[in-house]
């Protein structure tokens, strides 16, 4: 209660919810009417990657066991505020163990994170299909009842979909805040597909699908999923998530996904500029954006 007293909260648009700020009336947290993403001030960071721009700035992405109702929890508040000050890895920090060259990192015997593949080759490509159970070398019991056993050929390895299942659903950014997993649409639950998030996910959507590239970003925040129609050869259809970053080193938008090319999650520009406002003629990623979605 304490905390709450030093606090002043203002409602917010765009979508609805509501900014915190402290006694100096510096920002501290934007919480989504809706939403269990939250936003919150803390260390400022810098994101790198060899083929990549790096990203800076203080904002960390952690998320509220249900929805957010309206009303700020003081207590939840206060301690996603110390989990950052204490480096405990939010969301975009989990993102990051993925990466080429990223560490393995171990849950007992388990290895949880660490360099992922996209999937087992196939040709010139890489083979989709490959879910946090996959890359986990795990049993996983969806909300039906059924059992999916783990490939042995996709052991390490994470699609695009499967990879912001993995950083959503199974990674714990802060106690029991874990968003729930389905293989299919089901009300607060993240499901496997692309498509599927972007038209039924948990959460709000920021930014429509109309089936062209929006031209006004100023709702996307970091954090939010972003969503592609990145292959001509399968319809108008949504086929590419991944998650914004934030602005680089030269001021452009810039997400992070799990890619075929790259073999792997990346918010590199090897191949592809992983931008949404570059030039649309030569760059397939900011041509094919399609919408927004905060979870």
Request: proline share 6%; aromatic share 8%.
């Amino acid at each position: 209660m304490a905390l709450a007293r030093t606090l002043t909260f203002q409602a917010v648009d765009d979508p609805a919810g509501v900014e915190v700020r402290d006694a100096q009336g510096a920002w501290l947290a934007t919480f989504t009417n809706g939403a269990r993403t939250v936003r919150l001030r803390g260390a400022t960071r810098t994101f790198s990657e060899p083929t990549a721009e790096s990203v800076t700035h203080a904002t960390w992405v952690r998320t509220l066991i249900d929805p957010f109702d309206g009303t700020v929890d003081d207590e939840w508040l206060s301690r996603a505020l110390d989990a950052n000050r204490s480096s405990v890895p939010d969301i975009l920090a989990i993102s990051m163990q993925y990466i080429v060259g990223a560490p393995p990192i171990l849950d007992g015997d388990l290895q949880i994170a660490g360099d992922a593949s996209y999937g087992p080759p196939t040709g010139k490509t890489r083979e989709e299909g490959s879910d946090f159970y996959d890359y986990l070398g795990i049993r996983w019991t969806d909300p039906d009842g059924k059992t999916h056993k783990p490939r042995e050929d996709q052991l390490g390895c994470l699609d695009c979909s499967g990879f912001m299942r993995m950083t959503w659903g199974y990674r714990d950014n802060l106690s029991a805040s874990r968003i729930p997993l389905s293989l299919t649409p089901l009300e607060g639950s993240l499901p496997r597909r692309a498509v599927q998030i972007c038209d039924h996910g948990p959460g709000v959507v920021v930014i429509a699908n109309a089936g062209t590239r929006p031209r006004d970003l100023s709702a996307l925040k970091v954090g939010d999923l972003v969503f592609f129609d990145a292959d001509p050869n399968d319809g108008p259809a949504v086929d590419h998530v991944g998650m914004y970053l934030g602005r680089d080193a030269r001021h452009q938008r810039r997400f992070i996904s799990s890619r075929k090319s790259a073999d792997g999650p990346t918010f590199g520009d090897f191949r592809h500029a992983s931008t949404l406002d570059g030039d649309p003629e030569t760059d397939l990623y900011t041509r094919s954006f399609r919408a927004v979605r905060r979870l």
